[in-house]
């Protein structure tokens, strides 16, 4: 039973650019959740899709947007990055509101 | 909005040694959670507490839920090389299961 995962592991980009990553989530979870974290921080809530809908959304710019497909798949948009993107981005996913189960994450640096 | 604050940042032990570590929130919290996060890994869910007052045990861990549903702690008895990593405490948004984590407590333990 494969846990969550999420593509690719490492991603470098220039500033200005945009990136789009990737999160299959559990068997069985329907609900996923993004977050970013800066090194030496915990992390920090992006937004939560749920029935394919943005359910709930943390203090980011609308640079970072997302997407949730039939199959429970997301995806994270992150537009015109900026240096301060730099940081490993985390999708968990969860049955409605139960604990969450965390990826291995995305290391995005941005040059 | 809600904050939730944990306390020492950094903790070097001995092994062998006790360690504990303390949560604190802004606001009364309907569950708190605890996670593990290994150097370069993701957070691995550990627990979560519901109820006021309520204590419960893994093993070693002990983890404990205040009587005011606003702080919390986890103690680690004899410790281990293997309980390296930072330990975060997470608790619930207002609605769904959004997590607001605290800025996690990083755990050295020498041999």
């Known amino acids: 039973d494969a846990g969550v995962t999420q593509s690719p592991t490492h991603l470098i980009k220039t500033r200005g650019q945009q990136v789009t990553l990737r999160c299959s989530p559990k068997?069985?979870?329907?609900?996923v959740s993004w977050y970013q974290q800066a090194l030496g921080q915990g992390p920090q809530f992006i937004f939560q899709?749920?029935?394919?809908?943005?359910?709930q959304r943390g203090n980011f710019p609308d640079r970072f947007s997302g997407h949730q497909f039939p199959n429970y798949s997301s995806e994270l948009n992150v537009n015109a990055l900026l240096l301060g993107d730099s940081a490993l981005y985390l999708c968990?996913?969860?049955?409605?509101?139960?604990?969450?189960?965390f990826g291995d994450g995305t290391r995005l640096s941005i040059l | 909005g809600q904050q939730v604050m944990q306390i020492p940042q950094y903790q070097h032990v001995q092994e062998g040694e006790d360690f504990t570590t303390y949560c604190n929130s802004s606001?009364?919290?309907?569950?708190i959670q605890w996670y593990k996060q290994r150097p370069g890994g993701h957070p691995v869910f550990l627990i979560q507490?519901?109820?006021?007052?309520e204590v419960k045990k893994q093993k070693r861990l002990t983890f404990q839920f205040g009587e005011a549903k606003k702080n919390s702690s986890l103690h680690i008895t004899a410790t281990q090389t293997t309980d390296v990593g930072t330990y975060f405490c997470?608790?619930?948004?207002?609605?769904?299961?959004?997590?607001?984590f605290g800025g996690g407590t990083r755990l050295m333990v020498k041999p």
């Open positions: 606001t009364t919290l309907s569950n």
């Open positions: 899709y749920y029935e394919e809908e943005e359910r």
């Open positions: 997470a608790g619930p948004g207002n609605a769904g299961n959004m997590l607001t």
């Open positions: 507490l519901v109820k006021s007052g």
């Open positions: 968990a996913s969860s049955q409605r509101d139960q604990p969450q189960h």
């Open positions: 068997s069985g979870h329907d609900t």
